[in-house]
């Protein structure tokens, strides 16, 4: 059995190194992304790496250079590809027939692109926002898409004759701190520490085994190691906070761990395939947690099992949330447009989605069209919809097909002066042969369990530690082990054994990638449906619902 025991008590973190014997590269063709990524005020395309890809693959088809590649990754001259890496390629400026800004006496006149806001724009000038704000007499920092806005040159005065005087809209001077007064923080969900309960105590150390195949067929699993990765920095923060966990890591491909050490755990967090996380729950017997980490489809072991925690969020869960999202923001001149493929093979996303609409007693327009019906869908799609209000499609399909019409006939209704916003499975993130702009273009709304707001400081400073760590690009299997491991030790260290799953009900929990709050069934096992509602934004930013 192999077996690696690592105990967190202030000693420094150790990563075990696994070596992997070099493989001759056959390069992989590189297909060119279209995901935007805005790391400090520069944009680059996200590509994931596959298997046997090179960087002088890559950079030719980006049509950029390998160093230019180098200077936006720098891990990669220590690290070299590794499968399922996100690097990040930097865009070249494209040709356009108008100039991003023209010089003009005592000012430059600038186009705003997509990815630009005005703090961007003022480093960019070497001016400051308020010069901006002040010259072009703006009374807010948002700009629009291909905006075009005055910039003072440097030396020039900032504002133009006929504009109210600096000190008008200055910001006012700063006053006096007054002395803070302890004030009581709105709590948006229910902590269990609210409660009094007799049977709450904290752990001084937590037991925690991961069950994980890291090999399979002699080679090492990226991904898993990736997920064995993202849970090693949670240990690593705990380390620095002083929580002490010990942490039993068992390579599932070495056979069964022993029972007697898995019961003896606090919880079992793995492993990855729901007849592996089977095989562990036939043999603990419900004397220990089974968390589930990572296939959305092992939660249908809750029927037979006691003691199962599935973490991911079951597909129903999303749709439950996207019915909901439609009828919080359906106004009484909205329409709601039900479109679906007739005749598809996905008709399972179909009804569980209608049925979701009808738990929240939604009325709606009802489309069922075939791709091959071709032009004649803008005229059905004019009949239901409205002009007084917004049409809100939820377009319920998995097919890549199909979604890529309802988008294209959406874009058709648009410009026929139809305000819409589109509502969609969270699967359609994954389809490679829609452009993101027509997303952005339809506002598409998506509830899904994962996404990571770069901009989250949490996020950055993660970035950072695991760059710094490993040498690599966090992956999303990184950022689910981390958030999995960090929210259920916390859970067990504060609550304690055997009863801490019990606060899964009421403790919310907020990761970098995933979040959670689990509802229990009858038989006790523990579903989480916490989601992230996401919004691809017209200013082609896509961001969290607040």
């Given at each position: 059995m192999r077996r690696i025991a690592i105990i967190f008590t202030g000693a420094l973190l150790a990563v075990a190194a696994v070596s992997a014997s070099a493989q001759e590269y056959i390069p992989t063709p590189v297909t060119v992304s279209s995901e935007k990524v805005k790391l400090n005020g520069k944009i680059y395309l996200s590509h994931v790496v596959l298997e046997r890809q090179t960087l002088y693959g890559i950079a030719t088809a980006y049509n950029v250079k390998i160093d230019d590649i180098y200077e936006a990754n720098p891990s990669l001259r220590e690290t070299g590809l590794q499968k399922n890496a996100i690097i990040l390629i930097p865009i070249k400026e494209e040709a356009a027939p108008v100039k991003q800004s023209t010089t003009q006496g005592n000012y430059t006149e600038h186009t705003v692109k997509w990815y630009e806001d005005i703090d961007d724009i003022a480093r960019k000038y070497n001016v400051t926002v308020a010069d901006i704000m002040q010259f072009n007499g703006l009374t807010s920092k948002k700009l629009s898409t291909r905006q075009v806005i005055k910039i003072p040159l440097p030396d020039m005065p900032k504002i133009p004759a006929d504009e109210p005087k600096a000190e008008e809209t200055a910001e006012p001077a700063a006053q006096p701190a007054e002395p803070e007064v302890p004030a009581e923080e709105p709590k948006d969900t229910v902590s269990a520490l609210d409660f009094v309960t007799p049977y709450a105590s904290p752990k001084d150390i937590v037991n925690l085994s991961l069950v994980l195949p890291i090999h399979a067929s002699g080679r090492v699993s990226e991904l898993n190691?990736?997920?064995?990765?993202?849970?090693?920095?949670?240990?690593?923060?705990?380390?620095?906070?002083?929580?002490?966990?010990?942490?039993?890591v068992y390579d599932l491909m070495a056979g069964i761990?022993?029972?007697?050490a898995l019961?003896?755990?606090?919880?079992?967090?793995?492993?990855?395939?729901?007849?592996?996380?089977?095989?562990?729950?036939?043999?603990?017997?419900?004397?220990?947690?089974v968390i589930s980490p990572l296939d959305q489809k092992a939660s249908a072991l809750a029927a037979n099992y006691s003691n199962f925690i599935q973490a991911p969020t079951p597909v129903d869960s999303q749709y439950n949330d996207l019915a909901l999202w439609v009828k919080e923001d359906c106004a009484d001149s909205d329409r709601i447009i039900f479109i679906t493929e007739k005749g598809g093979s996905n008709a399972s996303a179909s009804i569980a989605i209608r049925s979701a609409l009808a738990r929240e007693e939604l009325s709606y327009e009802i489309l069922n069209y075939a791709i091959v019906e071709g032009t004649g869908i803008?005229?059905?799609?004019?009949?239901?919809?409205?002009?007084?209000?917004?049409?809100?499609?939820v377009a319920a399909s998995e097919s890549e097909a199909f979604i890529d019409d309802v988008v294209r006939n959406l874009g058709i209704m648009q410009g026929k002066g139809y305000s819409l916003v589109m509502y969609a499975p969270s699967k359609v993130r994954t389809f490679d042969t829609i452009e993101p702009a027509a997303y952005h273009n339809v506002t598409l709304h998506i509830s899904t369990s994962y996404f990571v707001d770069y901009d989250d400081p949490k996020v950055d400073a993660f970035l950072r530690s695991y760059r710094s760590l490993f040498n690599a690009e966090p992956s999303q299997f990184a950022f689910q082990g981390y958030d999995t491991a960090r929210y259920f030790v916390d859970i067990c260290r504060r609550f304690g054994t055997p009863h801490w799953p019990a606060f899964l009900e009421i403790e919310r929990g907020k990761g970098l990638h995933t979040d959670f709050?689990?509802?229990?069934?009858q038989t006790n096992n523990r579903r989480n449906k916490a989601v992230r509602r996401i919004v691809y934004e017209k200013d082609y930013t896509t961001s969290l619902a607040k």
């Open positions: 190691m990736d997920f064995y990765s993202g849970v090693l920095m949670a240990m690593k923060d705990f380390e620095k906070d002083g929580v002490k966990v010990n942490l039993n761990p022993p029972i007697d019961t003896a755990s606090d919880m079992v967090l793995g492993p990855v395939a729901s007849r592996d996380i089977e095989a562990i729950l036939q043999r603990v017997d419900g004397k220990v947690p803008p005229a059905k799609l004019a009949e239901i919809m409205t002009k007084d209000g917004v049409n809100r499609v709050l689990f509802e229990a069934d």
